[in-house]
């Protein structure tokens, strides 16, 4: 029996460990695809409306794409972080980037909590080879910085992988309802800011589907950060996901959880206008990137789609991509918006 360094596990019960937790991130994507996972409440844009103007244009003129960290999208969406370090991450998020790569959008990889831990399943998240030049943000969690997680850490899961960024997300409730979850986040802003004064690469703050509150973005101001995702409710709901996971009732009162996208985008794009913000949560429709973009957004971030895209295949999520993109031309057509610039701010309260 061969030991397996200074933990005193011998190497067999190592891989059973692994096998135990790849097969875990399985079982999350098959109750994405087979499960009601969303929320029951909305995502709070039917509160806004976007204000309808003339065009001074050509409907051929109207330009949805953007720059960013010098990566050219053509259109404003990341595809937001999935899975990777279980059986089936490696397929699905290939699909993903060769998706990503010919459609011009960006991509987050679901959380490299895992290949940290095992350095081999590297080749789950990696896709440079087939989207070398889409923007890539890595992915861990922010209280990962109180569990062994630190600058070298975080260097090694966005260099080894050739990403642009690395996403930070924060997901408090969803970690009280894991077995064994992280619920210390004692100290973690004093983690961050340490962090971001020495990391080369932009770092975004992402919540998982309850909303940043303003409070935590005020904090966030000045701790070094590039960006913000605030991810609000209305959306994929990762409580009820745990308690599929664990046969579990989902709390009562847990529907109605957290800040919506809406009003949580609103509240950052008047708090922390000089970051990149970006919106996610139950965003499905043209109509709400355009919402999202009037109300202060850089680009937005889907998730659930795309996963059920990806298990249909490329042209399932080419064919999504390419209805979004229609619906938002038709919206910036609406608004009299040439660019995504132009929409800015053409919207109000219903």
């Known amino acids: 029996m061969y030991n397996c360094g200074k933990s005193g596990r011998n ?32 995502n709070g844009f039917d509160l806004f409306k976007l204000e309808y103007q003339i065009p001074d244009f050509s409907f051929e003129e109207i330009d949805i794409s953007l720059e960013l960290l010098g990566k050219k999208l053509s259109f404003p969406l990341i595809i937001a972080p999935l899975t990777g370090g279980g059986h089936k991450s490696l397929e699905i998020n290939k699909r993903l980037a060769e998706a990503a790569e010919i459609m011009g959008i960006g991509m987050a990889l679901g959380s490299q909590k895992l290949m940290v ?23 861990l969690g922010l209280v990962h910085l109180n569990y062994g997680i630190g600058y070298d850490e975080c260097m090694y899961v966005v260099e080894e992988v050739g990403a642009d960024g690395l996403m ?14 992280m619920v210390n986040f004692s100290g973690i802003l004093r983690k961050l800011e340490d962090l971001c004064k020495r990391f080369p690469y932009p770092i975004v703050i992402k919540e998982i589907g309850y909303g940043i509150s303003r409070d935590f973005m005020l904090k966030l101001k000045g701790v070094g950060i590039w960006g913000i995702d605030v991810a609000g409710r209305g959306g994929t709901n990762w409580v009820k996901i745990e308690c599929l996971l664990r046969s579990k009732e989902v709390p009562a009162g847990f529907e109605e959880m ?22 996610s949560g139950g965003i499905r429709k043209g109509s709400e990137i355009a919402k999202a973009i009037a109300l202060g957004a850089k ?11 990806a298990s249909q295949g490329v042209e399932a999520i080419l064919k999504g991509v390419e209805t979004l993109k229609e619906e938002l031309r038709f919206w910036m057509w609406y608004t009299g918006s ?4 132009s929409l800015q701010g053409k919207i109000r309260e219903k």
């Open 168 to 181: 930070l997300y924060v997901n408090p409730l969803q970690e009280v309802f894991q077995e064994n979850g």
């Open 299 to 309: 680009a937005v971030s889907i998730g659930l789609p795309f996963l059920r895209w």
């Open 258 to 279: 957290g800040v919506s996208t809406a009003l949580a985008l609103k509240e950052a794009s008047e708090i922390i206008k000089d970051k990149a913000i970006f919106a």
């Open 338 to 341: 040439k660019d995504l610039k």
């Open 11 to 42: 190497c067999s019960d190592t891989l059973e460990l692994k096998m135990d937790e790849r097969s875990l991130k399985d079982k999350q994507i098959e109750i994405c695809l087979k499960e009601k996972v969303e929320d029951e409440g909305d």
């Open 117 to 139: 831990k095992y350095p081999e399943l590297k080749v789950t998240y990696y896709v440079r080879d087939v989207a070398p030049s889409i923007l890539l943000f890595s992915n």
